[in-house]
């Protein structure tokens, strides 16, 4: 291993920059598109701010689920690419995006057409629900968009290209700005259409990034162009089938994560007001600060996955360790200049002392536990998952998370009635139980797998 180290160190400090930061920001510009309209909503008044954050939730947890999608492709055409086999990878991304809009559509069809009819079930609000509804049914298409978006930007971050995603998406946020500006207050000359202002808004700013995308996948030599006979021929059911139980439980997870975590922030708001004032202060800086990580985990996938593709195992093992010293060096980096920052932060954030003095002590807990989350989350992200150990990240994840975690915070927050910082000191609880399992799954090397060779390696060539 000493003698391939120093190779595998240099071309990691010199892509990390290239891969990680790109995806970082792009993570903060996705989570602030879902934002933007909840935001530019609120001068509307009350019913219009809940409809519009209702939709948003439902935008977000399916675009949770369709990245598990993503994430099977990038990860297996990282590996692919690094067998040097351009052929298979072109093959992964048109299997992903037949399943990917074989997923949506049903998401698609029901929020067109349904929505009036599903929406009141929850939510009891007459107003909030139609409003809501409404809201869907326009932005119907984006989901679909969206899917697509995420497919291609899984394939080109395996590729190494960043940037463009990125780009695409700054074009995005700033195109919805500017479309709400103009078409939920009636500015410009434009209709004044409110809340369905910023639903057409979100359709024409998903649509332009979709183009973006796409346009840059067929004008530039990324090699996923494909046309419309080699997406004919990946259609076949044994190949969809194929990449399907790899996806699948990606898609678990993601689905549960993304539900575990909307309940966790659903039970704060019953420990009380102060706990709801601190938790909307902590969660644009937990938000920061894990996407900064994810674009971390993302570039260790992207590599590892390359390395185990052309099986070099060693250099795969050595980015595992590189990448676990460079997550510690950062966070204790970063949470040491957020602790220095405390003073500020209270003095601009907190409403009162009381909030105050909770949001004092949940910082402190932030910097003192964090590093247990986000090490978990770049070895299962960066490592477990770039090597297909897919099953074992959701038996582990559901287990801690739904057998162990919720249930022992929900009792916390009904039964036995606890503070709001021991309440979010257990919000590391699931992830403190599965940091043992997770090192001892990497240091049994079962996931250095070239997933080229294997015999359910998703396969079949599309002609050139």
């Not at 021929?233 to 996806?247: D, I, T, V, Y």
């Not at 602790?339 to 932060?345: D, I, K, N, V």
């Not at 919720?406 to 916390?412: G, I, Y």
Request: aromatic fraction near 10%.
């Amino acid at each position: 291993m000493s003698a391939a180290s120093p190779t595998v160190h240099r071309l990691s400090s010199y892509q990390l920059l290239s891969l990680a930061l790109p995806v970082a920001l792009q993570m903060l510009m996705q989570s602030a598109l879902g934002m933007v309209d909840v935001l530019m909503v609120a001068p509307l008044g009350a019913t219009a701010l809940a409809a519009v954050g209702l939709a948003a939730k439902l935008h977000f947890l399916t675009l949770v689920l369709q990245s598990g999608i993503a994430t099977g492709c990038s990860v297996l055409v990282a590996q692919y690419l690094g067998a040097k086999d351009l052929a298979n990878s072109r093959s992964i991304v048109a299997a992903a995006l037949w399943t990917g809009l074989g997923f949506s559509l049903p998401f698609f069809l029901a929020c067109a057409f349904g929505a009036r009819q599903w929406m009141p079930l929850i939510n009891p609000d007459a107003q909030v629900a139609g409003l809501a509804a409404e809201f869907m049914i326009i932005t119907a298409p984006a989901l679909l968009f969206t899917q697509l978006i995420v497919i291609y930007e899984g394939a080109l971050r395996a590729q190494g290209q960043t940037g463009l995603p990125m780009l695409a998406a700054m074009v995005s946020i700033l195109t919805n700005c500017a479309l709400n500006y103009g078409l939920i207050f009636g500015h410009w000359g434009l209709p004044e259409l409110g809340v369905l202002g910023a639903a057409w808004g979100t359709l024409l700013a998903r649509l332009l990034q979709l183009v973006i995308v796409v346009g840059w996948v067929y004008l530039r030599p990324s090699g996923f162009n494909l046309g419309f006979t080699q997406l004919i021929e990946a259609c076949q059911p044994a190949r969809l089938r194929r990449f399907l139980a790899f996806s699948a439980p990606l898609m678990a997870n993601y689905a549960l994560w993304g539900i575990g975590n909307t309940c966790y922030h659903a039970l704060t708001g019953f420990a009380g007001t102060e706990a709801l004032a601190a938790m909307a202060v902590m969660v644009p800086i937990e938000s920061g600060l894990f996407a900064l990580f994810v674009g971390l985990a993302s570039a260790s996938a992207v590599l590892v996955g390359r390395c185990l593709g052309a099986d070099q195992f060693e250099q795969a093992w050595y980015l595992h360790r590189y990448f676990d010293k460079l997550t510690l060096a950062l966070l204790l980096l970063l949470c040491s200049a957020l602790w220095l920052a405390h003073e500020p932060l209270l003095n601009l954030f907190a409403p009162s002392p009381e909030v105050a003095q909770v949001l004092k002590h949940t910082l402190a807990l932030f910097c003192l536990l964090v590093w247990i989350k986000v090490l978990n989350m770049v070895r299962i992200i960066g490592v477990l998952r770039a090597g297909g150990d897919n099953q074992f990240c959701l038996i582990t994840d559901t287990i801690v998370m739904w057998g162990i975690g919720l249930p022992v915070f929900a009792l916390c927050v009904f039964i036995w009635p606890q503070s709001f910082i021991t309440l979010y000191c257990l919000m590391f609880l699931e992830d403190a139980l599965k940091f043992v399992p997770v090192w001892r799954r990497i240091y049994t090397r079962r996931w250095l797998a070239n997933l080229t060779t294997q015999p359910t390696a998703p396969k079949g060539e599309i002609h050139v």
